[in-house]
């Protein structure tokens, strides 16, 4: 089946550095691949939808300029979480759709957790 | 909006008991539903789906029935396992084709005791 592969899986990092996040579909090309944050004991919330070759589009209320989101290839999709602080540590999941599945199940990476010191 | 509201957990059950974690939802149109599983350390599985009004998805066990006249689409098992210990998410696709996301609700954490 299609496999999504996220890193890393953990990260620690300090306040007021950057962190990549790196999300990669293995045997599928994705032209769509989407970010979710869950906070502890909250739903998964979409962040952004990531194009392949074009700018990502923003759900409301999330920082675009702190969030930066490249989707460079067919197959991976980075998010940068820049000048992090406390606040943005949570657990980041991607997921991409296998193209032209429709309205098909989402496949999702195994998450990331990011904790910001 | 559209949304997806789950029971809350944590729910623990002993080995071979019967599950039911309630879904309903809120949407305008025709939804797909979903239950997605998450175990310790690993990221969302699909679980089931339905795609439809009295459609009924299963899978390992579980089912969930999508009735449009209740707006729900509880998950069921009729004998739960340990190794079913995970976070359940019930959740909508509000948009077709390529460009579609997901809706989650919350999640339901289970713990299955031997």
């Known amino acids: 089946g299609a496999v999504v592969s996220q890193h890393p899986s953990r990260v620690i990092c300090k306040s007021g550095t950057s962190v990549k996040i790196e999300c990669r579909s293995l045997?599928?090309?994705?032209?769509?691949m989407f970010w979710y944050r869950q906070f502890p004991k909250q739903s998964l919330m979409l962040m952004a939808t990531s194009n392949e070759g074009s700018k990502a589009t923003y759900e409301q209320g999330v920082e675009k300029d702190k969030f930066l989101i490249n989707h460079a290839s067919l197959t991976l999709s980075t998010l940068t979480v820049t000048s992090a602080h406390p606040e943005d540590s949570s657990f980041y999941i991607c997921?991409?759709?296998?193209?032209?599945?429709?309205?098909?199940?989402?496949?999702f990476g195994n998450g990331t957790r990011l904790t910001v010191t | 909006g559209n949304s997806v509201t789950q029971m809350e957990g944590p729910v623990t059950l002993s080995e071979e008991a019967f599950l039911t974690i309630n879904c309903t939802y809120t949407a305008t149109g025709y939804p797909s539903l979903f239950w997605y599983v998450q175990y310790p350390g690993e990221g969302l599985q699909l679980l089931l789906k339905?795609?439809?009004?009295?459609d009924k998805g299963s899978n390992k066990g579980f089912e969930a029935t999508y009735r449009k006249e209740t707006t729900s689409f509880h998950l069921e098992k009729g004998s739960v396992q340990v190794s079913d210990s995970a976070v359940y998410f019930c959740a909508l696709s509000d948009r077709g084709g390529s460009q579609g996301n997901l809706i989650f609700g919350k999640g339901t954490k289970l713990s299955v005791k031997p």
């Open positions: 339905a795609t439809k009004a009295d």
């Open positions: 045997d599928f090309q994705a032209t769509t």
């Open positions: 997921s991409a759709r296998v193209p032209g599945q429709g309205n098909s199940p989402l496949h």
